[in-house]
């Protein structure tokens, strides 16, 4: 997947702990893109960041999730007191500049299967 | 809300065979109509796009159709091959940089 590197790549917790989930771009994207898969279904936006800029989080739901992209070091996306329903892959993936057509096709990881018991 | 629609969840052709996977969307304000391809346990990877002004783009054995006026999108493998086998999805985004995934389709080819 050309280099946008995701860990962990499986993620246990129990309900009620958090879930930090990393995500570092492929070398010279400076712009990054979170999504989440749940069993059976397409790839769902949850938000889209800059360099220490949230750019559009109308995909995030609105209590316990957050994202960051830090001027230095990887995108991280934070799920705080997991519940059940947060089970699903969650994919990053980025590109060189806003991907808004086809010259700029976005470039996944492989994703993180976060697991909640 | 679903804006991409593949209603085919799964699709099996032989091995030399065309596969052609639909789309159909309800949504017209998108400019760039995209497919992606997906392995298990792995990220999305991009196959082919179309712009909205455009009916038609072909890159080696993969060809995408589009139909504007029945808001309607197809992708032609010809010939198949076993490597193929995948989950294809199609997906519409335009200048909000967002991607809009449909369910995706399973596509398995026969040797």
């Known amino acids: 997947n050309a280099g946008v590197m995701q860990n962990p790549r499986h993620l246990v917790r129990r309900r009620g702990q958090e879930a930090r989930l990393r995500c570092s771009p492929m070398?010279?994207?400076?712009?990054v893109y979170w999504y989440r898969q749940l069993p059976e279904e397409g790839l769902k936006f949850m938000v889209y960041l800059q360099k220490e800029n949230i750019i559009d989080e109308s995909g995030m739901p609105k209590e316990r999730f957050s994202a960051e992209f830090p001027k230095e070091g990887p995108s991280i996306l934070r799920i705080q007191q997991v519940v059940r329903g947060d089970s699903a892959a969650y994919f990053c993936?980025?590109?060189?500049?806003?991907?808004?057509?086809?010259?700029?096709?976005?470039?996944f990881g492989d994703g993180t299967r976060l697991s909640i018991l | 809300d679903q804006q991409v629609k593949q209603n085919s969840p799964s699709l099996s052709v032989q091995e030399g065979r065309i596969s052609i996977l639909n789309c159909d969307y309800t949504?017209?304000?998108?400019?760039?109509f995209l497919w992606y391809k997906k392995y298990p346990a792995e990220g999305p990877t991009f196959l082919i796009s179309?712009?909205?002004?455009?009916d038609k783009n072909e890159d080696g054995r993969f060809t995408v159709f589009l139909n504007k006026s029945a808001k309607h999108l197809s992708l032609h493998i010809v010939p198949s091959q076993p490597g193929d086998s995948a989950v294809y999805f199609c997906i519409l985004t335009g200048a909000n940089s967002k991607l809009t995934f449909g369910k995706g389709i399973t596509l398995s080819v026969r040797p």
């Open positions: 993936a980025s590109s060189p500049f806003r991907s808004d057509n086809s010259n700029q096709p976005q470039h």
């Open positions: 179309i712009s909205s002004i455009k």
């Open positions: 949504n017209s304000m998108f400019d760039y």
């Open positions: 070398k010279g994207h400076s712009h």
